[in-house]
């Protein structure tokens, strides 16, 4: 891909990705991951298709959030990232990300909470390999000018392959959830979401705006040399981790009404986390010699 797009093509991938990364955590509240809570700790089958219901309704609707807003401020962003409006056009095509990523992280979401873990993985695996077969065309094709419609391109497969595999069980019992119900219940992962979202947007934020400093000072070829060492160093390491933290949390989420139980299954879980950091940490230290 690399080759075909250049250094300058990987740069704005980074650039237009950091970006998403910033304006979902900022405008969805984190409720791809505090949804998970609440659908794991239902106390019963009908409780939890009610909690899918308000799950679905919030992430259509923050994601709408996210589109309009993205698509308000796309002139701004335009100019305070690249230095001209050359690129609204770009940002104005991402706002329709914005919404696709919000619809598929609540899909996810329900079917991690559900623990339907085999299910989430076909999604995961199929929206990513789909997006995959799609862009390497548009990146052979037109080169530098595919950024954006590949990654367009790739929201619409993650949210083809979440909603042919998501969950279909809750049927008329998420339909029926009335609009004082759906705020009412959204409210617990809402606030839990918008702490997340405080932890998260501090480093995302300083992600995006050191991506930017790196393209207004050294060139758009610069920040993809910075953006290629930050993925092989960071996002393929921490494929690991999620991994586990995806059959973790709803285990951790189900327990949490008991102090008790939860304190020894954190305390497990965790020894075995440490287990695996020390063995990536050696794995690396390995490759960097």
């Not at 990654?151 to 998501?166: D, E, K």
């Amino acid at each position: 891909m690399a080759l075909w797009i250049g250094a300058a093509g990987v740069g704005l991938l980074g650039i237009y990705n950091s970006f998403i990364e910033l304006m979902s955590a900022l405008t969805q509240l984190n409720v791809r991951d505090s949804s998970v809570r609440d659908i794991a700790g239902a106390d019963d089958i009908s409780m939890r298709h009610r909690i899918i219901g308000v799950v679905r309704r919030w992430a259509a609707v923050l994601g709408l959030f996210g589109s309009l807003l993205t698509l308000a401020l796309s002139p701004l962003l335009s100019r305070v990232t690249f230095g001209d409006d050359a690129h609204s056009g770009g940002f104005v095509w991402l706002s329709v990300v914005m919404l696709f990523s919000s619809v598929t992280g609540g899909e996810l979401a329900i079917l991690q909470g559900s623990r339907l873990l085999g299910r989430l993985a076909a999604a995961s695996l199929a929206g990513a390999v789909g997006g995959l077969l799609l862009s390497v065309p548009l990146f052979y094709f037109l080169g530098i000018d595919s950024i954006v419609p590949s990654i367009g391109v790739y929201a619409l497969s993650t949210l083809v392959a979440a909603l042919l595999l998501r969950y279909k069980g809750a049927g008329a019992a998420s339909g029926g959830v009335t609009l004082r119900e759906t705020v009412a219940k959204g409210c617990s992962f809402i606030c839990l979401g918008a702490w997340m979202t405080v932890a998260a947007f501090v480093t995302l934020l300083s992600q995006y705006i050191f991506i930017v400093y790196v393209n207004n000072r050294g060139g758009v070829d610069d920040a993809g040399f910075y953006q290629a060492g930050f993925t092989l160093v960071n996002k393929y390491i921490g494929l690991l981790l999620v991994g586990v933290a995806m059959e973790y949390y709803p285990r951790l989420a189900s327990r949490a009404g008991s102090l008790r139980s939860l304190g020894v299954y954190a305390t497990t879980k965790s020894s075995r986390c440490h287990g695996l950091r020390c063995r990536v940490c050696r794995c690396s230290s390995c490759f960097a010699d």
